[in-house]
């Protein structure tokens, strides 16, 4: 074996040995760099005379070429060696159950505010939205409520920054300033600015508004956070005997029970006059026999037409504040309020 053969196979196990890339370069350069063993013969070649440059060179350019090869062979093998480690740590298991994108779904005092806003659509309601902030004035002063109302304390409605000392701004405690809201809304379309109490004609006033309602109140059958819906009637031949109607219809449909019985139990509103607390009974089912109270109604008092701009001798009807989390327990059999509240999953998805 003369000296290139046997710098050629001791590159070739160098390189064979090199665990990793780094190590193949610096093996390489024992060979093939500045100062490796075939730069170093290439020097050394300055020497020799013009014939021995011609066999020496075309021996040394073989060596180096085989050298070279084996430097390429191993780069490839240690480069694919390293792909196959990647994808076996990155091994998918394609036959694993795919991961599906939880299914979400209404919550189901939501699904209770489009059954009451489908139901009343039917019935030619509109519906109207309005703001959970409330000043004194909406949530109490126009609905007839007198300053020494117990709802007016502080342990009763959360005052917030914002309006007079006299008059503070406020969560809202119902939602019958919407009666007030839109009423306004409604004779200023048809009335115009023509200032005083509209007694002239106009089409009737139809509407509920549901939405959130705050009171200092927490237990299982309350939360400071709460749903109401107003609803309110006004035109002028529109009696207690419509709200009987309308609201009987309302609860037959929205339970589905076409024998359900409601009670109008007289009871006290500052804003309605008369006023009646209404209850219903289920005839059939785990509540059967109970009488369970879903909502406050009355006759708008005519200090509270007077407030909507309209003329109480011209304009009268009817109003009800109902709560639909209260709705929803009866329809779905839930016991505790606070559920609804919590946004635990487990409890929300039996309602999907
Ligand atoms: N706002 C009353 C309450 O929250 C309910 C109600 C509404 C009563 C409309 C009469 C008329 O208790």
Redesign the pocket.
């Known amino acids: 074996m003369n000296d290139l053969d046997t710098i050629v196979s001791s590159a070739q196990a160098a390189f064979a040995q090199a665990p990793t890339p780094a190590e193949l370069e610096n093996a390489k350069a024992r060979y093939l760099g500045k100062t490796g063993q075939i730069t170093e013969l290439m020097k050394g070649m300055a020497a020799l005379s013009v014939e021995d440059k011609k066999t020496r060179g075309a021996a040394i350019n073989l060596a180096k070429q085989a050298i070279e090869a084996a430097l390429n062979a191993r780069r490839q093998a240690l480069a694919d060696a390293e792909l196959q480690a990647q994808l076996q740590a990155e091994a998918l298991d394609v036959t694993l159950p795919g991961r599906q994108r939880g299914q979400g779904g209404l919550h189901p005092v939501s699904r209770t505010l489009e059954r009451i806003e489908q139901i009343f659509g039917s019935m030619g309601f509109d519906v109207a939205q309005g703001p959970e902030i409330e000043t004194d004035w909406f949530n109490f002063t126009a609905l007839n409520t007198p300053q020494d109302h117990p709802a007016r304390s502080m342990h009763d409605t959360f005052y917030v920054e914002g309006g007079s000392a006299e008059a503070p701004n406020l969560l809202r405690t ?1 939602t ?1 300033p919407m009666q007030i809201r839109h009423a306004v809304q409604h004779v200023k379309r048809y009335a115009g600015n023509a200032g005083g109490l509209f007694a002239g004609d106009m089409p009737e006033i139809r509407v509920i508004a549901p939405g959130r309602t705050y009171r200092v109140d927490s237990d299982a059958t309350h939360s400071p956070m709460f749903h ?1 819906c ?1 609803g309110l009637w006004i035109g002028t031949e529109v009696s207690f005997k419509d709200l009987k109607f309308v609201f009987t219809d309302f609860c037959r449909t929205f339970f589905e029970d076409e024998n359900l019985v409601l009670r109008f139990r007289p009871s006290f ?1 500052p ?2 006059e008369p ?1 009646a607390e209404i209850d219903i009974q289920f005839t059939s089912g785990p509540l059967a026999g109970r009488w369970l109270e879903v909502a ?3 006759q708008v008092h005519p200090n509270v037409v007077r407030n909507m701009g309209l003329d109480p001798e011209k304009y009268i009807g009817f ?3 109902m709560g639909p989390d209260r709705l929803t327990m009866l329809r779905y059999g839930v016991n505790d309020l606070r559920l609804f509240f919590d946004g635990d999953v487990r409890f929300l998805s039996q309602f999907r």
């Open positions: 119902h019958s109401q107003e509103f804003f309605t006023s406050g109604s009355g109003a009800f504040g």
